[in-house]
């Protein structure tokens, strides 16, 4: 019974040292494969020529692990950086690879330098004077987009210099880098971020700043001073922060109350510290499907050898690509393609949303329609395809169908009872005029 008591205590304690590796395992930081990006002096033109290196960068939360790992053949130790991040912001499961995956995180590297913002939203962050101290180390800029665009991360961290134990101080991420939204809904675009508060330059507050850029035209969409706790009056009409979960949970994340075709574009969310600001980029596509119909409707009755001209107009719609065509779905069920077919240019309502047109010309001569079927029109475009049909009936077959057989049966009804009437008219105006030839 004792040894049982010893086998079952064994086991426990292994199960459990089992347990915590596997969960260490799974929170373990990964190893950035990275390009190392500087200026190296005047090139030939009138911009600094800049340099690429391969470096890596090992990420730990604690800056006392040890851990102690041979670089790649192919990098450089003066490539080989360790960065103690306490938030784990640089942790995200898709900035770690699959093992095997030629499919690797986005990173580059870049070298900062820490200097006083002019915009009047940042400028009070260095009004007071600080100690320079701090600032003379090596700061660096590092940029990061995980695997299917899941998070993008930018970071800056500070080492002493001659050193390449890198802490940071300030991270700025978010986890919609691409967001799709229907016109009129609600947009909120995410941005947070993370300050050392060991940090001197964490005591002297921070700004938020919202910036739009879509085709090489951009606006100031928002600007927070959060030391003065203070909009800029250059803010945008229905964009706005939530300033408590900014302050309580440094929720930087972008409202926008009703989408439009305009908002569609780049946003690039700024976070500034005095003398430091990291920024992340999203994208904010608006789509929206069309609306489809068909005219004429209904559609007329035709006879063999008749052409008839049906349009199909697809109407607020955004973005701008599209692609229309015609479909015939026959009495059998089955469908095939219709055409060719002409297409109108785009046409643009006041709203930003697009309006297109497409004619087909249906030649009964030529088209194989049977007794008839129903006509649709397709589209298909980024918020999904759609379809709108209308019935088509042909009748005059030298077999006739049901329904044309019940429609001659009617016409012949309508044709005795006018021939009826007309006979009954006659009849009635000769029996009055007998009694009045009697007379005379």
Known sequence: ?????????????????????SSGSSSTCPVLECWFVQESGRGGG???ATTQEKSLIRIRTDPDRDES????ADISPERVYWVTDPAASLCHRSLIAPRGSILKPLCE?????????????????TASALSPVYLQADWFSTALQGLDRQVCVSSITRAPTGTKEQSVVLTVSSRTVSVQARLGEPVQLDCGFWVDSSSPLAQSGFAVEWRYQFRGEGRLVLAYDGKSDRLADTQEDGASLD?????????ASLLLDEAKVRHSGTYICTVYLPYLLAQVALDLEIVEPPSLSIHPAPLPLLVPGQVLSVQCEASGFAPL?????????????????????SVTGHRQAWDGTYSQTTRLELDTSKLDLGRGGEVVCVAVHAGGTRRVGAALNIIGFSIPSIEDSMAMVGVALVLYGLIKFVSWTFTSSD?????????K
């Open 1 to 21: 019974m004792t040894e049982f008591s010893t086998i079952y205590k064994l086991s426990l304690v292994a199960l459990t040292c089992f347990i915590r590796a």
């Open 243 to 251: 300033i408590e979960a900014l302050h309580a949970h440094r929720n």
């Open 46 to 48: 009138f911009t600094a």
């Open 321 to 341: 690509s599209l692609e229309l065509s015609w479909e015939f779905r026959g009495s059998d069920g089955k469908t095939r393609p219709l055409g060719p077919s």
């Open 109 to 125: 590297i870049n070298p900062f330098l820490p200097q006083p913002s002019g915009l009047r939203w940042v400028a009070a962050l």
């Open 431 to 439: 029996e009055a005029e007998k009694p009045e030839k009697k007379e």
């Open 69 to 72: 790992q041979r670089a790649p």
